[in-house]
Every structure is written in C-alpha cells, then in structure tokens.
C-alpha cells in the first residue's frame, strides 16, 4: 500500500532519505537547510516504509511555489514514486491558491521534469559541484 503523508517540519524519516541519497550516495555537503523550517514535507510510504520524499514552499519575493530535494531511495525508483510525488506537489499548490511550481533540477534530471510538464528557464548553474537549471510549470 502507497501512502502519502504531508508534515510541516523536517520528520525523521525525510531526513533519513535526503541523508541516503543526496549526502551518502550522490555526496552533497549542504544538504539541511533553513528552507527546511518554512516548507511543507511529503514522505511517501509503501507498507509502512518510507520511500521517497520532496518539500514544497511559497517564496514571497518571486510570489511561486517551488519544490525540492526530491528524492526516491535506490531499491524503489523505476516504480513512478517521484511522479507521484510531484502530482501531489502540484495538488496542494493549486489548492493553496498558487499558479506556477518552480524547482532547481539537477540537469541529468531535468528530463524526468520535462516529461510531467516542466519547462527550463535560464542558464545552468552549480549548486555544489553537481549542474543544476531552473524549471516551472504554470497549473
């Protein structure tokens, strides 16, 4: 069974998959941050155990919604779980009243974002040492 589940703060279980993926297997540094306090977390779970996660927040200076460090441990990718999350995303964004869902996708990444609607915007930058390009998507 697939559950969703939405929090405002940072779990345990969104640390423990942001700490796999982003810090042990695709070594970034600054992974935590004070965005963390500010966002709406979702984990999904599948039978109990957390599988995937992304935060959402409202910039107030670009008046947008973005997602980020979305994430699927290893032993679960290839089972449409980031799109499932993203779908969620851009649920609850619209229910919040917002239009666009902007996000910073590392660039080897960037076609999965294209394949649910995302357009690039600008030019490649580096967040660390890792290629990243903005994106949105109007709702």
């Known amino acids: ?3 969703v589940k939405c929090f405002d703060s940072l779990t345990y279980d969104e640390r423990m998959l942001r700490t796999s993926v982003f810090i042990e297997e695709q070594k970034f540094k600054d992974e935590f941050d004070e965005i963390d306090n500010d966002s709406f977390h979702l984990v999904l779970y599948t039978d109990g155990k957390a599988a995937a996660c992304v935060r959402f927040f409202y ?3 670009t008046k947008k919604y973005y997602l ?4 699927v441990l290893k ?3 290839g089972r449409h779980m980031g799109e499932m ?3 969620e995303v851009e649920v609850r964004v619209k229910n919040l009243g917002g239009t666009v869902v902007a996000l910073s996708a590392q660039v080897r990444a960037s076609g999965f974002y294209e394949k649910l609607g995302y357009k690039k915007m600008g030019d490649i930058y580096y ?3 890792c290629e990243h390009i903005h994106m949105e998507k109007s709702l």
């Open 1 to 3: 069974m697939i559950e």
């Open 68 to 71: 980020g460090r979305l994430c």
């Open 75 to 77: 032993e679960y990718r």
């Open 59 to 61: 910039d107030r200076n």
């Open 127 to 129: 967040d660390e040492y």
């Open 85 to 87: 999350l993203v779908r």
